[in-house]
């Protein structure tokens, strides 16, 4: 193939997304980059067990792919992943996919405005567009623990299970009680001898309205696709007006603990380990973990939890600050990634030869989360400050991919050689951002992944998900310097740039 138009870098559902509706718009000349052998990103990598979604998945899906076929409200991964390969396929996206392929490095190249994108295995790819949708949960945070290394039992981190080791009859330990652990906790409880869960922090847990969908609604579902679109929109609007509580009014959060604090009542018996289990920062600050198994799991005679804290590890066993050691075969650790220091992928460097690293060393930022000042024709999937903690990520990532076909059919149609935001632009939005996120409750004072080590939140939408749509509804050209200006006429000046086939007004669909 020829060099393509548009680079896109992963094929999980933002990579994929963007593929497809390249396609539907008529832009063939496109390829990505997948650095494994199948599409499907965080739902290729986390096959932990009892690994699930914690969003619905008639809306944790495309708009533009409903599924009528989804088994239970928040499908299992497996489903979740065989759902990407169906959309895959169905879209003819494989024959544009470089497996096995890694992007190591991109330089934008001034003289011509493409970027250079060279892989692992040394080639050389020139586009005019850049799309990394890598996603900001694919890098595995390991842990800082004194004598980690030093451990001799298996040891895996949980986005790279290891299904070949056999946890039967094993003395296991869990590191970490986030979203990944309270699904894993009670998924393995039944099949080891003795489960130590690690924790730190407690979560707030609530019911998660989980069953199987039945077979006469799926039936529905497939016949009368505008109840499917309703079910949808039920569960989109439901789940916005928690936002309100998140973004708006975080002492509504507050009231919301009492149902937490019920539901650990209910579900634990013994008071001491309710202590244990009870969270002393407000509800959201931290992601909210729907579980209907994870307290149950909890209180199986082979299961304990820790709260200690880990002193070491060493070569068979953790000690923990009160002196207590345990003797481990396996080490589990649900330790999370590394996203908000959102360092880029793989190395960025744009004009001037600036690296992406570099100048995001204080907390990375963007331009609506998606363009960055200085790297002209890249476009961020999931860039910074496009996360959430009350509804599907898969909705973001179609309003940033509605807003980038813009910029791409725009692009093409008038020959634009190159767009960068500027710099100002990109200043006063993110002042903006940083002053609603002060009135949100991510910040009340609790440590998360959504912050830095500095305390800066880069990682979250501090809004309605409606204003994100609404502002990425369509490409803002007055935010960004054009190459050539638009007093130069439509004439294109660019060697690459093709006609797009059909231009159609930017889609607003939930
Ligand atoms: P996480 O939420 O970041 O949780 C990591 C856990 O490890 C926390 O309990 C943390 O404790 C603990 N930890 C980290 N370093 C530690 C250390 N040195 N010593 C002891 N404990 C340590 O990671 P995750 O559970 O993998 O989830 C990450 C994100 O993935 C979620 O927030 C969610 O967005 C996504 N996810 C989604 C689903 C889904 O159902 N859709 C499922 C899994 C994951 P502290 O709280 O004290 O830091």
Not at 183 to 212: C, M, N, S, Y
Not at 364 to 379: D, I, Q
Request: hydrophobic residues 40%; positive net charge.
């Amino acid at each position: 193939m020829a060099d393509p138009y548009v680079l896109i870098i992963g094929s999980g559902f933002a990579g994929l997304g963007m593929a497809i509706r390249l396609k539907q718009e008529g832009i063939d000349d496109f390829l990505v980059l997948e650095q494994a052998g199948e599409v499907g990103g965080t739902w290729r990598d986390n096959h932990y067990p009892g690994a699930a979604c914690d969003v619905q998945s008639h809306l944790y899906s495309f708009s533009f792919e409903p599924w009528p076929e989804w088994s239970r409200q928040f499908a299992k991964q497996a489903e979740i992943l065989e759902y990407l390969k169906h959309c895959a396929d169905k879209y003819g996206i494989r024959p544009h996919i470089r497996f096995r392929t890694r992007a190591t490095r991109a330089q934008f190249d001034e003289r011509t405005s493409l970027w250079e994108v060279v892989t692992g295995d040394g080639a050389t790819i020139r586009a005019r567009v850049l799309v990394p949708g890598c996603g900001p949960l694919s890098r595995p945070s390991l842990p800082d623990i004194p004598g980690l290394a030093s451990f001799e039992g298996k040891m895996f981190h949980s986005a790279r299970w290891d299904h070949a080791f056999p946890l039967e009859s094993k003395r296991v330990g869990v590191v970490g009680t986030g979203a990944s652990a309270i699904q894993i906790v009670p998924a393995i409880a039944p099949r080891v001898e003795q489960l130590h869960v690690f924790q730190r922090t407690p979560p707030w847990v609530l019911p998660k309205p989980d069953g199987p969908i039945p077979a006469w609604k799926r039936a529905v579902f497939r016949r009368l696709p505008l109840a499917q679109k309703l079910a949808r929109q039920r569960i989109y609007w439901t789940r916005e007006l928690f936002a309100v509580g998140f973004v708006a009014e975080p002492r509504i959060m507050k009231a919301l603990q009492s149902l937490g604090r019920r539901y650990l009542r209910r579900s634990v018996r013994d008071p001491s380990l309710r202590e244990k289990l009870l969270p002393r920062y407000t509800m959201g600050c931290k992601r909210i973990l729907p579980t209907n198994d994870y307290l149950p799991a909890l209180q199986r005679p082979n299961v304990e939890l820790v709260t200690d804290g880990i002193a070491e590890v060493r070569a068979r066993s953790i000690v923990t600050h009160d002196g207590r050691e345990r003797p481990l075969d396996a080490l589990v650790l649900a330790t999370g990634f590394e996203a908000a220091e959102q360092v880029s992928p793989f190395e960025v460097r744009g004009r001037g030869g600036r690296d992406l690293d570099t100048v995001w060393r204080d907390g990375a930022e963007a331009y609506l989360g998606t363009t960055v000042s200085g790297f002209p024709n890249l476009f961020l999937l999931i860039g910074p400050n496009t996360g959430l903690g009350h509804t599907s990520m898969v909705f973001i990532i179609e309003s940033q991919i509605a807003y980038i076909l813009d910029a791409v059919k725009r692009m093409r149609a008038r020959g634009l050689e190159l767009v960068d935001v500027r710099p100002d632009a990109q200043a006063a939005y993110n002042v903006r951002i940083q002053e609603r996120l002060k009135r949100t409750v991510w910040a009340t004072g609790c440590m998360s992944w959504y912050l830095t080590r500095t305390g800066k939140n880069t990682t979250v939408w501090p809004g309605f998900t409606v204003e994100f749509r609404w502002r990425l509804r369509r490409f803002d050209e007055d935010a960004y310097e054009v190459l050539p200006p638009a007093s130069e006429g439509a004439a294109d000046v660019s060697p690459r740039a093709r006609p797009t086939p059909r231009r159609s007004r930017p889609r607003l669909s939930l």
